[in-house]
């Protein structure tokens, strides 16, 4: 192997998550989910409401612990290793929340929030160097002059000025791994696209790999274009693979009907496109997940008997892409 | 047609001003805006968050909170060669006007119903205020609508709302608001908060719709791809006030304001290559005290001192498109990339 091949630097094996609902009744929310990401990779997981990306996200940073399977760091289990293991992952790995109005202690200042884990793990030995790094981290994410924004409380900043504030918090431990969970999408278009500007660039110059979850695929594929996209359904993933190959190309049923629903920006491509018709619009429930491939109700290519017996397994088709799809696997999926 | 000279027109919008009282002053929220709807057209108001066109949707349909109030302006409806101003109508006429003839429907379809009523108690209430006094003839008009909003009346009239997925209920509220054939409907963010998939049949489910049943429809979203979809105008709102209004054609591929041309230049789309676009620098002004001249110049690269000074007014610059920019002509030319350079900048 060359040295200038990355490292593999967070990966998921055979996930499974389940939470109890009620003292008899529990739901599986991951079934079987297993990705890995190298060092300066970006990994999207896209996926409507309920398809467990948040929970993969939650998982990969070390907030929940899965039912069952492993979450290993540079290639150590981390729930099975040692603690000094285990906090260099929780510092090596650190997550961007959705809602940056939420996820900001409304009676802190910003030197409060960002100062805190710098002290707590040792990075700055007083408070006088946590104040110098407190301003060069508020300058890496463009909140500059920083002086003017180091006394002020999270409710005296705009939308997308926390959301910077949150990504600050992120950098603080200097993370190699961040879960970015829908991390633009309460932004306003105007300043969304400065904001995943400002994520491309920590990777560029720090070398930071992302989970970057969204719903947004027209999001996804500007983010992740030299990366990989993953579309999750039902707690599993579907299809994975290089971003061009799912975008233009995509070979799971569900994928496709995700990206013929899409609307555009662009009313001659929107109003021309092909749509795929679903064969139903109800999305199961977790509680009740269909037999088989559990797309297989709303799916247009449903065929009896194979499609609702066995659970399709992620394979490889064409161009480094990899897809749960019986009928794929029989080559009976043409365009 | 006889009448070819003049357009019908479902409403008509002359110099609307709306403020919020607040403790640290008067908020405007819309200023100034004059704009006509076209019967049978759907006219999109896009923008950001705090640009004012919720309230703006809210001052048409006179569903302000009573922080705020219409300072001066006038709304004219046209409806069947009648004609008033509803900024004059009583609450009496404003309960018998709303709904019948002008329907809104809310962004956030789980709280537009009320929880402990059945979907049917809650069409047969709304029936009965506007005068609906047969049930069975209720019935049959509810299942025809049903039918084009593609659900079935026997399972979703017996579901409480709760029962009832994001999806399902907004489309019972889409054809709860066109229960009594409004000839006006404003749909407020009709698909925000929806699944894709889900999304994808609601906005089949208007196009559907606005093809059978002939309504002038009001669209308010701030995202540019259900403007691109459904709209025959766009509108573009930017601090209060209206900035543009085109064709959908024009808005997207020949805008004439800075904004609207960084708005559509700051949307991913999913067609082709992957595309660089562009963020708008800054963030929107205070309302309560916006900047003198063009409300836009601290943001725009066009930006010089006549935009300082003197607020610009919407202008027919180009046949059927109308801007509020001194510098439409130099955004014309060059197609808005001066939006993009600064950003590299």
């Known amino acids: ?335 | 047609m006889a009448e070819a000279t003049q357009t019908p027109y479902t409403l008509k919008v002359e110099n609307l001003r709306v403020s919020y009282q607040a403790e640290r002053g008067k908020v405007k929220a819309v200023r100034d805006v004059s704009f006509t709807l076209q019967k049978g057209e759907t006219l999109a108001f896009i923008g950001e968050s705090g640009c004012g066109k919720t309230t703006l949707g809210l001052s048409l349909i006179r569903l302000l909170p009573t922080t705020a109030a219409i300072e001066q302006g006038k709304i004219i409806y046209h409806h069947n060669g009648e004609e008033f101003d509803i900024v004059n109508l009583s609450e009496k006429q404003l309960r018998r006007f709303r709904w019948r003839e002008f329907a809104m429907i809310f962004q956030g379809a789980q709280n537009a119903f009320n929880p402990v009523l059945r979907i049917w108690d809650q069409f047969w209430e709304t029936a009965r205020a506007h005068g609906e006094t047969n049930k069975r003839h209720l019935r049959e008009r509810v299942e025809e609508t049903f039918r084009l909003v593609q659900l079935d009346p026997d399972r979703v009239l017996r579901a409480y709302p709760h029962q009832l997925s994001g999806g399902m209920r907004q489309r019972v509220l889409i054809a709860l608001g066109l229960l009594l054939k409004p000839p006006l409907v404003l749909l407020d963010e009709p698909t925000t908060a929806l699944d894709i998939l889900t999304q994808r049949s609601v906005i089949d489910v208007l196009r559907d719709l606005k093809s059978q049943m002939s309504f002038s429809l009001i669209l308010i979203s701030h995202d540019l791809s259900l403007a691109a979809e459904l709209a025959d105008r766009v509108a573009t709102m930017y601090a209060g006030t209206l900035v543009e209004i085109a064709t959908v054609w024009d808005a997207y591929y020949r805008p004439l304001h800075p904004y609207t041309a960084g708005l559509i230049r700051a949307v991913p789309t999913l067609s082709g290559e992957r595309q660089d676009l562009v963020s708008i620098p800054g963030s929107p002004p205070d309302l309560i005290s916006p900047p003198t001249g063009c409300a836009f110049h601290p943001r725009c690269p066009y930006a010089t001192d006549q935009c300082r000074q003197n607020t610009p007014t919407l202008i027919e610059a180009e046949p059927n498109h109308m801007v509020a920019c001194w510098h439409w002509d130099e955004v014309a030319a060059d197609g808005g990339a001066r939006m993009k350079e600064q950003v590299e900048a």
């Open chain 1, 1 to 335: 192997m060359s040295t200038q091949e990355a490292q593999e630097l967070l990966s998921l094996h055979h996930v499974v998550m389940e939470f109890k609902v009620s003292r008899r009744a529990t739901v599986r929310v991951l079934d079987d989910v297993s990705f890995s990401v190298k060092e300066g990779e970006i990994l999207c997981l896209v996926g409507e409401s309920g398809c467990g990306k948040t929970t993969s996200g939650k998982i990969a940073a070390g907030l929940l612990q899965p039912t069952s399977g492993e979450v290993r760091f540079r290639g150590q289990n981390v729930w099975t290793a040692d603690k000094a293991t285990f906090r260099q992952y929780r510092r090596g790995v650190q997550i961007i929340h959705q809602d940056p109005y939420a996820s900001l202690n409304p009676t802190q200042r910003v030197e409060d929030i960002l100062s805190a884990p710098l002290l707590r793990h040792k990075i700055a030995r007083n408070r006088r160097e946590a104040h110098q790094q407190v301003l060069d981290l508020l300058r890496t994410v463009d909140l500059t002059p920083p002086e003017d924004f180091i006394k002020k409380y999270p409710h005296q900043l705009s939308g997308g000025q926390r959301q910077r504030v949150s990504i600050a918090r992120a950098l603080t431990l200097r993370p190699q791994f961040l879960v970015a969970d829908e991390a633009v999408s309460m932004l306003d278009v105007s300043i969304r696209v400065s904001l995943l500007q400002l994520l491309e660039r920590l990777r560029d110059q720090m070398g930071v790999a992302y989970l970057f979850i969204t719903h947004d695929l027209a999001v996804a594929k500007y983010f992740a274009w030299e990366g990989r996209i993953a579309v999750m359904y039902l707690g599993r993933i579907v299809e994975i693979g290089p971003t061009p190959q799912i975008i233009n190309n995509p070979q799971h049923p569900y994928t496709r009907a995700l990206l013929s629903a899409l609307p555009e920006a662009d009313p001659k491509a929107t109003r021309s496109k092909q749509r795929v018709h679903l064969r139903s619009l109800d999305v199961p429930s977790l509680l009740n997940v269909p037999r088989g491939c559990s797309f297989h109700p709303r799916c247009p290519l449903f065929e009896e008997g194979l499609c609702d017996g066995k659970v399709p397994e992620l394979h490889a088709a064409s161009n480094g892409v990899q897809v749960a799809c019986h009928l794929n696997e029989n080559e009976k999926v043409a365009a």
